[in-house]
């Protein structure tokens, strides 16, 4: 098994484990039997079971992926997801989005809501109605529950069958067909077959929920099959053969005259585009570059040609490449116009903030994100970007009064407990440090972590501090009881380490 087949496979484990345990059951006259999908009666996996797995999975990804680190970036594909999911049936659910920094033109979706996007696929897509189509369609993954229904097929099997079909399945959806295909070794041909079948339904399902999703959501619902078409017909550009996301949703010609039927019972109109999706494909554009300079010529022949989807949003990506060829007055003089011309554009202030940051004009950087944040204080990048300068500058208590009030509107956020961990530490207040330490870990899904901070501060507070000490020790016992519950929950950890090497 290659190097990619088996970071493939480790993001899919915990995923796998339910079904070992359905294997190992089943050869002991134990089988967990799944309910009926649509059925009102209890499901296999709760509520509560699919945010845990969610958060498992989620940890697997950012420790075999890219996952992108820029609150910019994320929170544009946060948005974009968030008014997609507000026409789905899934209005109401937190979902969670985010961009994985590597070229391949893919996506999938995880349990718990968990939807990655390849920056390869957001510089593939030509307009943001493409973009919005792709992650549309992962929203119908979740909604339309194929995981659950991957369960209920795998559970229908014997064991070693059931265990190895899933594996194929799961690797399908967040991988390689090819990769499902080798994990399926010794699979019958029927049950191969059945897998095949199932994934096709799927993505024709998802296909028809997607369009339906998109046009409620004011995009352009023809632009699904047409990306898809684009993409087919393009193959031949890639190393590979074909982009990624052609391999892990197979699109056939059928498929895409089915997709363009269902769409075009839509009255045709000019969707309006959107400043910001331009932005973050050039942003990503310009992150691509090892060498800044040659992310300078390319930015300055696609001005001087006319090469580019806009031509505002390419300036901006020629300013940041600028940056990165410590081009300052360059890029500053570009930006200044940008933020002249729309001085409300959250990506133009931030730019403007970075560059005064890099050339050592620290005052500056402070004056610029003070009279933003006084304006914008939702603004989560903004928020970011004002804490890390103010942290820089020493001045901590205004940084911990801007982390507090941005805790305020996002509290299951680990970045930003991060640091107000790092303030606090700053500051020589480590019972604290440790304290925002453990919420970061919380909320990222680690919860032993999260409880060895937990421990460290209740050793290092004042034993006087009755509040403190009481707060502590409370938030301690309600992890430690949530643990306790999650390790309850799968007594037989050792028999699925096992298991779990068939995958590896």
Known sequence: MTMHVMKKASIIVLLISLVAISSANSEEGESIQLPELGSPSDQYLTPGDEARLGKEFMLSVRKTGKVLDDPQITEYIQQLGDKLLKQSEAVGQKFTFFVIDQP????????????????????ATQSESELASVIAHEIAHVTQKHLLRAFDAANRMSGKTAALLLASILVGISGSPDAGLAMATGVQAGAIQEQINFTRSNEEEADTVGIQILAKSDFDPRAMPLFFERLTHASRLYESGIPEILRTHPVTTNRVADALGRAEKYTYRQFPGNLSYHLTREALRARQFKDPSKAVTHFASGLKEGRHLNQEAHKYGSALALVADRQFGKAEKIIDELLRNNPGQIEYILASADIARKNGKHEQVLKILDTYYSLMPENYPLAIAYIEALTAAGRLEKAREISQQSITLRNNEPRLYRLLSKIEELDNNQVESHRMLAEAFAADGELAAA??????????????????????????????????ARQKSDPKSKRLQIHQHLFR
Do not use: C, W
């Open 104 to 123: 391949e033109i893919n996506a999938f979706a995880g349990p718990g809501g968990y939807i990655g996007i390849y920056s390869g696929l957001i510089l």
């Open 451 to 484: 409880i060895q901070q937990l421990e460290i501060a209740l050793n290092g507070v004042n034993k006087s501090d009755f509040f403190l000490t009481s707060r502590i020790e409370s938030r301690l016992s309600k992890l430690r009881d949530i643990e306790k």
